[in-house]
Every structure is written in structure tokens, then in C-alpha cells.
């Protein structure tokens, strides 16, 4: 179908002979196929959808269906989005996003628009752990390897992945999973965005192998130890292991900037004023460095008369021309007395404007597992409904390192949604205006769970995804109460008062694309399509990229014409007349939705200047 628009002479989105820089776009969008200003053929064909062996080649992390892996990342998604206005929370003006449905295709979806666009990625894949009973769950046979370009996959390589794929517990089967989502993660990182990824002993290892792989060694920050546990686990054979690493890695080293913690005030209790400096309050730092160095060695005379030099093999934090320079603008302190060892003073107001965070975090600060599961229940009314959910603090602790103002975060394994609750919370606690976007795939919840009974009674599906949303919902709810209450109190000046955030979200389905049908005379058929006129258009809006998807398209002709700004998207365009075809061509640019459209319409006479999509 498209090829027959293509032939017809129109122009279809996607398909346009870009500029032909092709160095560039390889580095920028396929950063493996050039390393080191070698070309990794292998990688190349990958991308090309040419044959491919699944061999053992060179230095770096290796498993089986890496290369299929690798292919499925370029593979073009088979789904599209189905607006939900049911689960949608004020449609009409959040700008957050739901995405329902398995994270490989909404990654790829998102793609179009949000590249280079998410400042901040947090994910908890699945661990790959005894309990959670993980199995490579993508598609995966003879014939979607052949279409991936693995022809050459011999009956014993294919056995390999085959097995590798369907046992439990694989390390092939979890890298051959997570290899093409990290690398579309990457894609949708800004150039100074973030991931952060919660991850325990089972693969961090190979996780940190295949970021270093995906997103380059260098562009590592840091392996944050986070206490989950409270209290050791006796009845444990040998250890009772009681943290989760999170591996933080940006897209780009030299771009990124960390937000510091905010300073507590156990940390300022130390800084008093005790001669009225004008400066304000102070504390006295270490006079004396190790090791010695020849230049800092000197005698000073304090007050009382008395010598000092520094203790043995260290020497004075400052050149003799550095000290007496501080004593000249009294920022040296000699004690009461005139005669104790002299100490810088250390203004609080000159201390940087926040904490650098250390690698480990202790449940005292961000809370444990054990505090999640109460904060989820404290939401619904007690039910224990999502196993193992991140603790609230600890994800606003992760978001408010690299988000602020009108960022955008994103969990494409969401969960309870605690991501999107800390984003909510956090612009309500500093007036932020962060977005999110949530992915969660619509996992079946088992019969005797809670969760399923808590569905069932709410008449919701008893899908994960249904736990996700209806926790939004009621985080929000909270937020906006606590924030009224706070607000009404009576000795609060009207500029002090909170404002709400955008406690909203849209949520879409991911359904099956229309495929083309050949009818039995070998002529093709248009689609039979069910998806709602606004859905479409959104739809189209997403494959484009040229529009932020959050927004409300305005409605210019009843389930025809949509805009945002100056393009114009239109489905069913049997519907509309030349004046309509006319009107927005004068006024804009215009997409035509390709799975609605006919060549033998009206649109012919339009064919030079409208742009198709599919
Ligand atoms: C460990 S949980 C995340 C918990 C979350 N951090 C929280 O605090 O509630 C991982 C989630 O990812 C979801 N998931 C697994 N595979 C997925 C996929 N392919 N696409 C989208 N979601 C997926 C699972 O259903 C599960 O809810």
C-alpha cells in the first residue's frame, strides 16, 4: 500500500531520501556500527537487514541472539496507539503519558517525537531471579529470525538460542531482552540525560557489560548501593543480602550536570556564629593536610604568642601569602583564648549549593522494601497489591538529581507507577513542572493475587497496567488534598500558597497496526480499520514527530481535520472536499493518513504537496 502511494508519486512520511550524511547518522543513530573510526561489519549488516552469523567476534560482551537482539531494535513496530479516554485523567491539559502495552514497541514509538528529548530514564527491569521466573518473552522463531536477517543460522545455532530463549534463568535470554531496549533508551536520552537502572547480583555484571557496550564505558557515573532491607534474613544459607545496586550512567558524560542533594539541617547544625561575622554562621575546618608538602611548611605565630608547625608528615592547608591573606579578611580563628591551633572558617553561605551524593544509600535516608509496600498499601486502603514496589523517596531521590523545570521522565518498566508518583510529588513539593511517561505492558495478574480480586471488584482488567493507572489516580488525589489543606490555612500569604501539579495523564493502548489485506484476485484491500477518527490522528501525530503528543489536536473538521499549530492531520480524507483540501494547504502543512486515503480520491490533485502516513 505504501509502495503504491510512493508510485503514485506521493511523498510518504519516513521514506524520504534524508541528506545523505551517512557517517553521521550512523554515529548518531547507530553508535556501534563505528567505533574507534573502525566500521564493525557485523553490526553493519545488523543494521542493514542483511544475513548474519550468530559468531563469537572480538572484545566485548557476548551471548546468544545478540545479533538477533540487535536486529530487533531496528525492526519497525507492528503496533500503534489507541487512545483510552476511560483510564485518560484530565485529557484535555496533562502532559503526562500511559503507555500501555509491551515497552519494545512503545520505545519505538516514542522514538519519532521524544529523541534526545528524556532528560531522565529510570527502569527496574525484571532481575532475573528465581522468583520472578523470567523467560525471553519477544518473539522469537525460524521465521522471525529469517526476517531479522539471520539466514544463515545453522540448525545447531539455531537450537542454541532456541534453548537459550526458552529456559529459565538464562543470561542469554535477559541480555537478548534488555539489549534492544537499552539501546532505544539511549536514542531517547537527552545529550545530557540520565538512566538509572535498579538491578541485583543476578546480572549486574552482564548489565554493566552491555551498558558499556550500548551507551560507551566513559559515559558511566556511578553504582549506587541502596539498602533494601532492615534486618538480615537468619534462616539464609550463607549471607543475607541485603542491598540493590542502581547503575547510573548518562548518555554523556561531559554534558551532564547533577543536580546536588538539598543540604539537611543535621548538616548545617555544625555551622554556628559565634564572633557575629557578618558573613554569617561558620564552622572551623582542618588547618593541616596530608601528606606533607615542602611549600605549607612553615612556622605561625598564633595570638598568644605561641609557635606552631604543622603535625608530623602533614603540612598547613594553605601558602604562607594564602594564610595571611585569610587573616587579613579574619577568616582564620585562633579559639578564645588566642592560643589554641589556628582553623579556616568555613561559611555556610559559601559551601557549594548542595550535598554530592555518596554511591550508598541507606534505608534511613531513601526507605526500604519494606516501607514501598506500606506507602502503596497507605493508598489503597490497606490491599497489598504490586510485589516488591521502589520506595516513594528513593525514586524522588534518583528523579531530583537530573530532573527539574519542564523535564520529561520516563519508566518504561512502571510497574505500581512509583515514577510517576515521585514526579507528581516532587513538582509538588518544588513547583516543578516535570513530566512523565510511563510504559507498562499489560502482564495477566494471577487468580488468587489480591490484585486480581481488587481488579475484578472495580471493574478494571486485571492487568498490571490497571494497578499502575488507579495508583496515579489516587496519588494524585492525595497530592491535591494534602496541597488544599496546606493551602487553607489561614496565616498563609497568597504567593506562599502551592500550585497543583499536573496530576492528569493520557493513557494509550497498544493495539495491532492495520495490515494490508490482498483480497483472492490478488488486489489489495483497504484495511478494515476500527480505530476511533482522534485516535488516528494521534497516531499520526506519534509517527511524525513534528508535534509534542501530549497535546489536544484541535478539531478543525469532525473525525476529519485535526490541527496542532499550522499542520494539518487528516484521516478519512474520502470525507473531505476540495475547499477543505484547499483551506489547510493554504494555511499549513498537511499529513494525510495513508491507512484511511485512497489513490483515486480527491487527494490526486493534492499529491504534490500533502504527505502521506502510515
Ligand atoms: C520490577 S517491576 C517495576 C516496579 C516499579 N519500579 C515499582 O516501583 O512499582 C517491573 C515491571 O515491568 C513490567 N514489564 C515486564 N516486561 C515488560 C515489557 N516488555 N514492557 C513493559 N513492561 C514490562 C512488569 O509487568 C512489571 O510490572
Known amino acids: 500500500m505504501m509502495n503504491e502511494f510512493i508510485k503514485a508519486g506521493y511523498t510518504v512520511v519516513g521514506t524520504e531520501n534524508n541528506e545523505n550524511k551517512l557517517l553521521s547518522f550512523l554515529k548518531e543513530n547507530y553508535p556501534n556500527v563505528i567505533r574507534d573510526t573502525e566500521i564493525n561489519l557485523e553490526e553493519l549488516k545488523t543494521v542493514l537487514g542483511l544475513p548474519i552469523d550468530e559468531k563469537v567476534n572480538g572484545y566485548g560482551l557476548n551471548f546468544v541472539g545478540r545479533n538477533f537482539a540487535r536486529a530487533k531494535y531496528a525492526q519497525k513496530t507492528k503496533k500503534e496507539l489507541k487512545l483510552n479516554t476511560t483510564l485518560s ?8 503519558l500511559v503507555l500501555k502495552g509491551d515497552n519494545l514497541d512503545s520505545l519505538k514509538i516514542l522514538k519519532n517525537h521524544y529523541s534526545g528529548k528524556i532528560k531522565c530514564i529510570y527502569i527496574d527491569p525484571p532481575y532475573n531471579t528465581d522468583k520472578d521466573e523470567f523467560v525471553y518473552p519477544d518473539k522469537f522463531d525460524k521465521e522471525e529470525a529469517e526476517v531479522l536477517g539471520l539466514a544463515n543460522l545453522s540448525e545447531s545455532d539455531f537450537a542454541r538460542m532456541d534453548f537459550s530463549f526458552k529456559t529459565k534463568k538464562s543470561h542469554n535470554g535477559w541480555l537478548a531482552f534488555m539489549y534492544p531496549r537499552l539501546l532505544l533508551a539511549r536514542d531517547l536520552l537527552s545529550k545530557d540525560g540520565v538512566i538509572f537502572i535498579s538491578i541485583d547480583d543476578n546480572e549486574q555484571a552482564n548489565l554493566k557489560l552491555l551498558c ?11 553504582n549506587i548501593i541502596w539498602q533494601r532491607a532492615y534486618a538480615p534474613v537468619n534462616m539464609n544459607k550463607y549471607f543475607s543480602v541485603s542491598h540493590d545496586y542502581i547503575v547510573c550512567i548518562s548518555k554523556n558524560i561531559n554534558d551532564y550536570k547533577l543536580i546536588k542533594l538539598p543540604r539537611t539541617e543535621k548538616q548545617n547544625k555544625d555551622y554556628k556564629n559565634i564572633d557575629n561575622d557578618p558573613r554569617g554562621p561558620w564552622k572551623s575546618g582542618n588547618p593541616s593536610v596530608g601528606p606533607a608538602v615542602e611549600k605549607n611548611i612553615y612556622e605561625i605565630i598564633l595570638p598568644s604568642g605561641r609557635k606552631v608547625f604543622p603535625p608530623k608528615g602533614r603540612s598547613w592547608l594553605y601558602t604562607k601569602d594564602k594564610y595571611e591573606e585569610l587573616i587579613k579578611d579574619n577568616r582564620i580563628y585562633f579559639g578564645k583564648d588566642g592560643n589554641s591551633i589556628w582553623a579556616p572558617k568555613l561559611f555556610l553561605s559559601e559551601v557549594s549549593d548542595g550535598v554530592t551524593p555518596m554511591t550508598l544509600w541507606d534505608y534511613q535516608q531513601v526507605g ?18 504490586f510485589d516488591y514496589p521502589k520506595p516513594l523517596t528513593l525514586i524522588k531521590r534518583l528523579v531530583s538529581l537530573v530532573a527539574s523545570g519542564n523535564d520529561i521522565v520516563l519508566d518504561f518498566f512502571a510497574g505500581s507507577g512509583t515514577t510517576g508518583h515521585a514526579v507528581m510529588q516532587l513538582n509538588a513539593e518544588d513547583g516543578g513542572n516535570r513530566k512523565f511517561i510511563l510504559c507498562q505492558i499489560d502482564e495477566p ?4 493475587k489480591p490484585a486480581y480480586k481488587f481488579c475484578i471488584d472495580n471493574n478494571l482488567p486485571p492487568v498490571i497496567s490497571s494497578i499502575t493507572i488507579e495508583r496515579l489516580k489516587r496519588a494524585g488525589e492525595k497530592i491535591t488534598k494534602d496541597i488544599e489543606a496546606e493551602n487553607s490555612k489561614t496565616d498563609l500569604f497568597e504567593e506562599h500558597k502551592k500550585q497543583l501539579p499536573d496530576i492528569g495523564y493520557k493513557v494509550f493502548d497498544s493495539v495491532e497496526a492495520p495490515k494490508l489485506k490482498v483480497d ?30 501530549t497535546q489536544v489536536p484541535e478539531e478543525v473538521i469532525k473525525d476529519s481535520i485535526y490541527k496542532i499549530g499550522n499542520h494539518y492531520y487528516i484521516t478519512n480524507s474520502e470525507k473531505i472536499t ?11 502543512k498537511v499529513f494525510i493518513d495513508g491507512w484511511t486515503a485512497s489513490l ?10 500533502v504527505k502521506i502516513v502510515f
Not at 89 to 96: A, L, R, Y
Not at 445 to 448: A, H, R
Open 520 to 549: 483472492d484476485n490478488g488486489q489489495i484491500q483497504f484495511p478494515e480499520n476500527d480505530t476511533d477518527a482522534l485516535s488516528r490522528i494521534y497516531n499520526m501525530i506519534f509517527t511524525i514527530g513534528l508535534d509534542e503528543p
Open 212 to 222: 558499556d557496550d550500548v551507551f560507551g564505558e566513559e559515559n558511566f557515573v556511578a
Open 600 to 609: 483515486n480520491g480527491t487527494l490526486q490533485n493534492y499529491k504534490e504537496d
Open 89 to 96: 485523567k484530565d485529557i484535555d491539559t496533562t502532559e503526562n
Open 578 to 588: 476540495s475547499d477543505d483540501y484547499t483551506s489547510a494547504l493554504k494555511n499549513g
Open 368 to 385: 526500604h522494601s519494606q516501607d514501598a509496600t506500606k506507602e502503596l498499601k497507605s493508598l489503597f486502603d490497606d490491599n497489598d497489591l
Open 445 to 448: 495478574i494471577k487468580q488468587d
